[in-house]
C-alpha cells in the first residue's frame, strides 16, 4: 500500500523514482535509522560479502532486535515530544 500510495504521488508530481540503493547505501541507512550509527568495519563487511537473497531483511531483522534500537528509539521520541519541565532551565 505504501508503495503503491509513494508511486501515485510521484507520478502525479512529475517526479521520476531514485534508483535503488546498492548494498553498501542501504546498508548505512538503516544503520543509521535504526540504531542510530553506522556499522563497524566487520559488520560491514559481514553483510557486503553476504550472498543471501534475504539478506537485507535479515539485517533489518537483526537490528531491529539489538537493545540498541530501543535506547535509540527511546531518544529520538524523547528529544521530540518531551515536554521542557523546568529541571534544566
Do not use: C, H, M
Amino acid at each position: 500500500f505504501i508503495d503503491r500510495e509513494i508511486d501515485r504521488r510521484l507520478a502525479d508530481a512529475k517526479v521520476p523514482a531514485s534508483p535503488a540503493a546498492d548494498d553498501g547505501e542501504f546498508q548505512r541507512r538503516v544503520w543509521l535509522d535504526v540504531v542510530g550509527r553506522i556499522p563497524a568495519r566487520a559488520e560491514a563487511a559481514a553483510f557486503l560479502g553476504g550472498a543471501t537473497p534475504d539478506k537485507r531483511e535479515r539485517l533489518i531483522d537483526t537490528l531491529l532486535a539489538r537493545p540498541e534500537y530501543g535506547a535509540y528509539q527511546a531518544r529520538l521520541w524523547r528529544d521530540r515530544v518531551a515536554v521542557a519541565n523546568g529541571a534544566n532551565e
